[in-house]
């Protein structure tokens, strides 16, 4: 079963930053968390992930509250090309060689 | 670089037959994963190669499903007598390793209908 629960959906503006929270209150201390997205009809896209501290790369940045229970993907400036289902996974370890276990994620839409 | 590739793109078979699926990893992944994804819903894992072996096959739904990776690079997915609740997308992904912090990427999948 997926360890995170993300809102089902959430719009943004263009050129504003998209905030998307996940929660994972059962993370254990030797789990990452991981971020992908799933444009419509594509494979999805690795975005970002991170152990403890915050993670900047250039697709996003991701912040993960000093407890762990909690993080936030943001996406600096969003464009209408950001329009995707985002998943957040927590990341088992030495469970088939790491698998990916998807939640439902969450719908974002970009609107003009 | 190329990325994961997979073949057929697309694929619609009748109630009963065979079907196979190729996923061709990028270069140097030893890891291997093949995920089901529905209608609505995030893709669920069903098999994972670590070089030529299958290391773990747990998410397989039942013995009509079966994969191979033969030389350690291509694999394919293989469903025999194939139902319409088979209908889905086949994602394959590939990473460098099986380590937590070893991204996965994925391929664009293989849509496949059964009638």
């Known amino acids: 079963d997926a360890k995170t629960t993300q809102p089902p959906s959430m719009d943004c503006a263009e050129g504003r930053a998209a905030n998307l929270p996940c929660n994972h209150s059962?993370?254990?201390?030797?789990?990452?968390v991981y971020w992908y997205r799933q444009i419509h009809s594509q494979g999805p896209q690795y975005i970002i992930h991170g152990l403890k501290n915050n993670e900047t790369n250039e697709m996003a940045s991701l912040i993960i509250t000093e407890d762990r229970k909690s993080s936030t993907l943001i996406l600096p400036h969003a464009t209408l090309r950001d329009t995707a289902v985002y998943y957040c996974?927590?990341?088992?370890?030495?469970?088939?060689?790491?698998?990916?276990?998807f939640g439902g994620g969450t719908r974002v839409l970009v609107k003009p | 670089g190329a990325g994961v590739s997979q073949t057929p793109s697309n694929k619609v078979t009748e109630k009963g037959k065979y079907v196979e699926l190729r996923c061709d990893p990028i270069?140097?992944?030893?890891?291997l994963y093949w995920y089901r994804q529905s209608l609505g819903q995030g893709p669920e894992f069903l098999i994972y190669f670590q070089g030529t072996g299958a290391a773990d096959d747990s998410g397989l739904p039942n013995d009509r499903f079966f994969a191979v990776r033969p030389e350690g690079s291509v694999s394919t997915l293989k469903i025999q007598r194939t139902e319409r609740g088979d209908s889905a997308v086949y994602l394959c992904a590939t990473a460098r390793g099986s380590g937590r912090q070893d991204t996965q990427y994925f391929g664009p999948g293989t849509r496949l209908t059964v009638l």
């Open positions: 996974i927590v990341r088992v370890p030495k469970a088939a060689g790491n698998k990916l276990t």
């Open positions: 059962t993370i254990s201390g030797n789990e990452y």
């Open positions: 270069s140097g992944h030893t890891a």
